[in-house]
């Protein structure tokens, strides 16, 4: 199995801010990266294609909170350790729920800045963000400092908030050993090698699922147009 080396590490790291760079919508940033990715770390993309599709035969996903359905509340703590609740949100107005993998995740760092990006649009038509991820409070920190982002970025240690909302994967032998590189028990506080299906809900203040995004492929996310879209039609 082929591990990273630094030169290619180095490589995907270029790919990564030419892709963040470029103009275009968040999907044509993902699938740029997701190119260069097949292109220096074959291994990876390959065992990533059948992680995702595995899932799929398996209904990875599909047993998240639907439109119409109820989404469970939660009350996680942010990066400062203030526990931060999903109907105190709610009473400012329709919330978009995002998971997100880790800080680590080039994927979901295109995906915060693109979401960062339409802040004004998102709050123009009343709606709010939350990031959860299963990241420490120090890596949940990270990643909001980094990206620079005004919203909650709350932990959902041990997953165990998206494991209520059957999101929670394992990763399994191969993929773990291809990420090797990345100190997953460090960033996790365990060393589970499990992490959330990345996903989007938006929820009205009536609690209700208004929309979701929820793919077992996490090189792709919901459209920043489509977002706003379902945030704009909750009243």
């Known amino acids: 199995m082929n591990a990273l080396s630094p030169a290619d590490a180095e490589r995907l790291r270029q790919a990564f801010q030419r892709c963040r760079d470029m103009e275009g919508t968040l999907s044509e940033q993902l699938e740029a990266y997701a190119a260069a990715g097949r292109e220096i770390f074959p291994a990876y993309s390959e065992a990533v294609d059948r992680l995702a599709e595995r899932l799929r035969e398996n209904g ?16 996680l703590p942010d990066e400062t350790g203030r526990l ?3 109907p105190s949100l709610l009473a400012d107005g329709p919330v978009a729920v995002m998971f997100f993998r880790g800080h680590w995740c080039p994927y979901c760092r295109l995906n915060v800045r693109a979401v960062i990006e339409a802040m004004d649009r998102i709050k123009a038509v009343g709606g709010q963000v939350v990031a959860i991820m299963p990241e420490t409070q120090a890596f949940a920190g990270k990643f909001k400092t980094d990206s620079g982002a005004s919203f909650p970025v709350l932990t959902d240690l041990d997953n165990g908030y998206a494991l209520s909302l059957n999101l929670a994967i394992w990763l399994g032998a191969e993929i773990r050993k291809l990420l090797s590189y990345q100190d997953m028990a460090s960033f996790h506080g365990n060393d589970g090698w499990v992490l959330p299906i990345p996903a989007t809900f938006v929820v009205g203040r009536d609690g209700i699922v208004k929309a979701r995004f929820v793919d077992p492929d996490f090189r792709k996310r919901m459209a920043i147009d489509d977002l706003i879209a379902a945030l704009k039609m909750v009243p």
């Open 60 to 75: 990875g996903g599909e047993n998240a909170p639907r439109p119409g359905e109820a989404m469970p509340p939660f009350m």
């Open 84 to 86: 931060v609740g999903l």
